[in-house]
């Protein structure tokens, strides 16, 4: 059975630095594209970034020059490296494994924000 599991999450002030990891355990994900989106309250979830089996990434216009995204095959783990914050970047932010047809997700890494 394949699990995701985040963390990393939790408090910093804005300008500040956080990195999430998640990690996968049960298959391997190689082939796999790995995501990270977030969900404010009341709002939908969106993607925030992500980075193909090949290595190319693309990112949330809202992010891009402050949040980076990595992979780790051999550790079937996705990273992302986010500096800069703002509070406005406050949310629960959920990775993604995304392969033949088949979606992961984990369960949720809290993200906040403020002074």
């Known amino acids: 059975q394949v699990q995701l599991v985040e963390s990393g999450g939790g408090w910093a002030q804005p300008g500040g630095s956080l990195t999430l990891s998640c990690a996968a355990s049960?298959?391997?994900?190689?082939?796999?594209?790995m995501g990270w989106y977030r969900q404010a309250p009341g709002k939908q979830r969106d993607l925030v970034a992500t980075?193909?089996?090949?290595?190319?990434?693309n990112y949330h216009d809202s992010v891009k020059g402050r949040f980076t995204i990595s992979r780790d095959n051999a550790k079937n783990t996705v990273y992302l490296q986010m500096n800069k914050l703002k509070p406005e970047d406050t949310a629960l932010y959920y990775c993604?494994?995304?392969?033949?047809?088949?979606?992961?997700w984990g369960q949720g890494t809290q993200v906040n924000v403020s002074f």
């Open positions: 980075v193909y089996s090949s290595g190319f990434t």
């Open positions: 993604n494994f995304r392969g033949g047809g088949i979606d992961y």
């Open positions: 049960g298959s391997m994900f190689s082939r796999f594209s």
